[in-house]
């Protein structure tokens, strides 16, 4: 057994053991372990099977289900835009096509370097001050194409 | 002297536009000129047009200014802030703000004038009264409370409160669950995510007293992953109210007890759904359940389980604190207690609104929102959020209440108004409605799986001119069969945007 698979099986244990005994303990066992790793590996699921005492394919199940969810890491920074209606009436729309030539991407995809993940997302709460950006865990609020390379620039300058 | 207190909101509005940098700049400032200052991270208002909302504590009240940005902070300390100061972003005392003091606000009393974590604030400003009485009260007079309160579910579908509370509490069982659906996915809706982060303590005790009300000891908050801020609120409140004997075994030695735990949604829109939200809980894909059973008489693990919006259980304390009388005296026929919307979209004064039930949504829409942001013509307003109509001109003098939105074909919903200027293309907007249908269907029932799928390509067709009249009837039979056959308002309202758009903006559909 090489030295990852040993330090995935902790991480497992572990996120298994934080939330033992709780009801439905797969979706907090699941964040657990993207949480840390970024991703859930599939090498986990026959893992998480064995320790929940579910079926990989259940497990499978709910990992596909939900958007959140991932099967391979994202970039160093997870860029959401908001497609929903309230952002839309602010030019989402137009945010979004310049977004995906700024970053070079389209949803779902990671730049080269690794360093941005561009997302959709439906709605982030911000519907008065649209169109709304998430980046990691901060929101920006009436984000123009002026202001979205501004905040790539930022990221990109730091090392 | 003591050292003034600044207020800078903690919001995630109020961060999204850049609260986080002036607290941080009001901070150095205030150091670097040798005055002493408290600064408080207090709760927004949900005047977002305003934020980030400045406010300093005076013996006249408390002095707003607003929308303060990063590079106004400097200024503001030039001119005397946060003394006495005449600032161009000087907005006087904030009960003066008239878009502010018009309202009437019932379940965002609190909202703004306390830190969201301070349970000093909180019971200094009535919180927990509602709690203590219910301690000594049976669980059907709380029950009976909130029958008579006349108290309906907030999250949309207005189903009265208290009636689904005498279920759960007739359905025997050995444990029942109260379970707060923060799952708030409606876009242009945000009234949970402010309460939860202005006064996170009112839903907390609203859950406790249902708990009392019904005989469940456990409760859970099925929150949203898109809302960072507001877990980081949660986490901390429900921490500080269980070390405070708020939460647990024996609340405040009554020997009644009720906790309650913080889990986190994955980003599907359809567990705002109630029975999808159950599955999720249980931890497993979030698909719709057939209803009956429903979840008052089988809910979570079968159990007997409350399902409540955070408005509704928002509303709890206040009207166990003031009497079921109180809260029924605001509001009028079916509709009780006080409206809450949201102004979203092209607004150019966008937040929360709580008035009295009556207000036209001309009235909201031109009065407390001012028009759009763009300065252009206002053109379509959809309300009730994705699922909810696109409403023309013609229809803007509807009085905004459960009742009147349904006789004309809309919703009212969660309260959630989304402004549009002329440059809107109502076709892309009813195409959007079946993509987001397609999606975050759960998949479990074909009309809203396939139906959602088939409605984009249909909508193409039409706006391409393809056998025009053909595929308008396909458009038509389409939602007939999602509206009919869908299991649950996901599949059964997403025709209701689309067929607003059609009939009212035929148009840009290219009639």
Not at chain 1, 1 to 30: C, F, Q, W, Y
Not at chain 2, 130 to 154: F, N, T, Y
Request: charged share 20%.
């Amino acid at each position: 057994m090489n030295s990852s698979a040993v330090s995935l099986r902790e991480i497992v244990d572990s996120a298994v053991a934080e939330h033992h005994g709780k009801i439905g303990t797969l979706m907090p066992v699941l964040h657990s372990v993207q949480e840390k790793l970024g991703f859930v590996p599939s090498e986990s699921v026959p893992m998480l099977a064995q320790s929940l005492n579910l079926s990989r394919a259940e497990i499978q199940g709910v990992i596909g289900f939900y958007h959140d969810f991932r099967t391979s890491p994202a970039g160093e920074h997870l860029v959401q835009l908001c497609r929903a209606e309230a952002c839309q009436a602010m030019g989402s729309r137009d945010l979004e096509l310049h977004a995906k030539q700024r970053l070079g991407i389209d949803f779902g995809e990671t730049t080269e370097d690794g360093r941005f993940t561009l997302e959709p997302v439906y709605c982030l709460g911000n519907c008065a001050c649209a169109p709304s950006v998430r980046i990691n865990d901060g929101i920006h609020a009436r984000v123009s194409t002026g202001s979205f390379d501004q905040l790539i620039d930022d990221l990109e300058a730091q090392e | 002297m003591s050292a003034l207190k600044v207020f800078v909101p903690r919001d995630a509005t109020a961060c999204a536009l850049g609260a986080d940098a002036v607290a941080d700049s009001i901070l150095a400032g205030a150091k670097g000129r040798g005055i002493e200052i408290e600064l408080v991270r207090n709760g927004s208002r949900g005047a977002f047009w305003l934020e980030p909302l400045v406010e300093v504590e005076t013996e006249s009240g408390r002095m707003a200014f607003g929308p303060v940005a990063l590079a106004d902070v400097p200024g503001l300390f030039e001119s005397g802030f946060p003394g006495p100061a005449d600032h161009a972003l000087g907005l006087g005392p904030v009960d003066g703000i008239d878009w502010l003091a018009s309202q009437q606000r019932l379940t965002f009393y609190r909202s703004g004038w306390t830190d969201p974590l301070s349970l000093d604030d909180y019971t200094r400003m009535g919180g927990y009264k509602g709690l203590k009485r219910a301690l000594d009260l049976s669980s059907q007079a709380i029950v009976d409370e909130v029958k008579e309160s006349g108290l309906r579910g907030r999250g949309g579908a207005a189903f009265p409160t208290g009636i689904k509370w005498q279920t759960v509490l007739d359905t025997p069982a050995e444990q029942k669950y109260i379970v707060c659906n923060a799952d708030e996915g409606d876009s242009g809706t945000f009234a949970d995510r402010l309460l939860m982060e202005s006064d996170p303590f009112q839903l907390i005790e609203g859950m406790t007293i249902a708990g009392l009300a019904v005989g469940a000891t456990e409760g859970f908050i099925y929150l949203r992953s898109e809302y960072p801020h507001c877990r980081r609120v949660l986490e901390e409140a429900i921490a500080r109210a269980s070390q405070a004997n708020w939460l647990g075994e024996d609340i405040q030695g009554s020997g009644k007890a009720f906790k309650l735990e913080l889990r986190i949604g994955a980003g599907a829109y359809i567990c705002g759904e109630e029975t999808s939200l159950l599955d999720s809980l249980e931890g497993k894909r979030g698909l719709i359940r057939f209803k009956p059973p429903l979840p008052a008489i089988e809910g979570l693990l079968g159990k007997p389980t409350v399902v409540n919006n955070v408005l509704s259980l928002g509303a709890i304390s206040t009207i166990l604190a003031e009497g079921a009388g109180y809260y029924r005296d605001f509001g009028t026929g079916r509709s009780r207690g006080t409206l809450t919307v949201q102004l979203a979209g092209n607004v150019r004064r966008g937040g929360l609104v709580e008035i009295p039930f009556g207000a036209t949504l001309r009235e909201l829409v031109e009065g407390y929102g001012g028009g759009t942001a763009s300065g252009r013509p206002v053109r379509a307003i959809q309300v009730g959020g994705p699922l909810g109509a696109y409403l023309p001109e013609s229809q803007w003098d509807v009085t905004l209440n459960y009742g009147a939105l349904t006789d004309i074909g809309g919703m009212l919903g969660h309260g959630g108004i989304v402004v549009f200027d002329d440059t809107v293309d109502m076709a892309q907007q009813a195409r959007f409605a079946m993509e987001f249908c397609a999606v975050e269907s759960c998949g479990k029932c074909t009309p809203c799986r396939v139906g959602s799928v088939r409605g984009v390509e249909v909508i193409d067709r039409i706006v391409a001119n393809q056998d025009r009249e053909f595929n308008l009837k396909v458009l038509d039979d389409l939602c007939e069969t999602m509206d009919k056959g869908s299991l649950c308002a996901m599949g059964g309202l997403t025709p209701m945007p689309v067929r607003s758009a059609l009939k009212h903006f035929p148009a840009d559909f290219g009639a």
